[in-house]
């Protein structure tokens, strides 16, 4: 089976990695994390990847049709949604983000969710990929200099508070480690932000299941979405995250 995955970078080493082992031909396009924060763009970026995937068959760059496109995302704050299938089946797993795919299922994402309110999720692709994540004393003040210079001091103090508001929603920080390529030096990161921010620091150990599903193309309708051509991607409020529409629906 040939296997085209169109995913976050945040998956990327456990994706090589799961991709290199898998029996399938499973070509991979990267997308940066980055879009994340704005999921109307990211929504654009995906579309542009399936089209752009298509142009490469009908030029003849690439030389092997896929079987079906999977998508390395989940709902992602509706950043997938409207996401077209042309005439190659889309598979995507029905989980909130990426963090219920690096924990194996979303029904333990559900479970750890609801045991750890208040929990920022950390893991090897989180660090890798973003750097911007926790910007440091230093950061902070050019970034307040820039602003004040712009704007006024006493905007600039307002822009660095909004900025830094996500945080005031957490006390934790979760780090997940990896079964393919864990390294001590990311959990070394989690544990100072940790100390920086006065957080606990709790691990826990990933899994690669879903991941693992993604290369071998060993989906199910509960955990997946497989989209028929001329159907859509379209947010799904009844537990099962998301769901097929039909032209006019």
């Given at each position: 089976?040939?296997?085209?995955?169109?995913?976050?970078?945040?998956f990327?080493?456990e994706?090589?990695?799961?991709?290199?082992?898998?029996e399938?031909q499973?070509?991979?396009?990267?997308?940066?994390?980055?879009?994340?924060?704005?999921?109307?763009?990211?929504?654009q970026?995906?579309?542009?990847?399936?089209?752009t995937?298509?142009?490469?068959i009908?030029?003849g760059?690439?030389?092997?049709?896929?079987d079906?496109?999977?998508?390395?995302?989940?709902?992602?704050?509706?950043?997938?949604?409207?996401?077209?299938c042309?005439?190659?089946?889309?598979?995507?797993?029905r989980t909130?983000?990426c963090?219920a795919?690096?924990?194996?299922?979303?029904e333990?994402?559900?479970?750890e969710?609801?045991?750890?309110?208040?929990?920022?999720?950390?893991?090897g692709?989180?660090?890798?990929?973003?750097?911007k994540?926790?910007?440091?004393?230093?950061?902070?003040?050019?970034?307040?200099l820039e602003?004040?210079?712009?704007f006024?001091?006493?905007?600039a103090d307002y822009?660095?508070?909004?900025?830094?508001?996500?945080e005031?929603?957490?006390?934790t920080?979760?780090?997940?480690?990896s079964?393919?390529?864990?390294?001590?030096?990311?959990?070394?990161?989690?544990?100072?932000?940790?100390?920086?921010?006065?957080?606990?620091?709790?691990?826990?150990?990933?899994?690669?299941?879903m991941?693992?599903?993604?290369?071998d193309?060993?989906?199910?309708?509960?955990?997946?979405?497989?989209?028929?051509?001329?159907?859509?991607i379209?947010a799904?409020?009844?537990?099962?995250?998301?769901?097929?529409a039909?032209e006019g629906?």
């Amino acid at each position: 089976m040939r296997i085209h995955i169109i995913a976050c970078r945040i998956f990327e080493r456990e994706l090589s990695y799961l991709a290199s082992q898998s029996e399938n031909q499973v070509d991979i396009t990267w997308v940066g994390r980055g879009l994340h924060n704005t999921p109307e763009k990211l929504c654009q970026r995906l579309k542009d990847a399936v089209g752009t995937l298509y142009d490469q068959i009908e030029s003849g760059e690439l030389e092997s049709r896929p079987d079906y496109i999977v998508l390395g995302y989940g709902l992602c704050s509706r950043a997938v949604v409207g996401v077209k299938c042309r005439d190659i089946p889309i598979v995507i797993p029905r989980t909130d983000d990426c963090i219920a795919v690096f924990l194996g299922s979303q029904e333990r994402y559900m479970s750890e969710f609801t045991k750890a309110g208040g929990t920022y999720w950390l893991n090897g692709g989180w660090i890798e990929q973003s750097p911007k994540l926790f910007s440091g004393d230093d950061l902070k003040r050019r970034r307040w200099l820039e602003y004040a210079e712009k704007f006024g001091e006493d905007n600039a103090d307002y822009l660095i508070e909004m900025e830094s508001s996500w945080e005031k929603n957490y006390d934790t920080i979760c780090y997940l480690h990896s079964e393919s390529c864990d390294q001590p030096a990311f959990l070394e990161v989690a544990k100072r932000e940790a100390e920086k921010k006065n957080w606990t620091l709790k691990e826990l150990d990933g899994d690669s299941r879903m991941l693992r599903m993604m290369v071998d193309g060993s989906w199910n309708d509960r955990e997946f979405l497989i989209l028929s051509p001329g159907e859509r991607i379209e947010a799904d409020y009844s537990g099962l995250k998301l769901k097929a529409a039909g032209e006019g629906e």
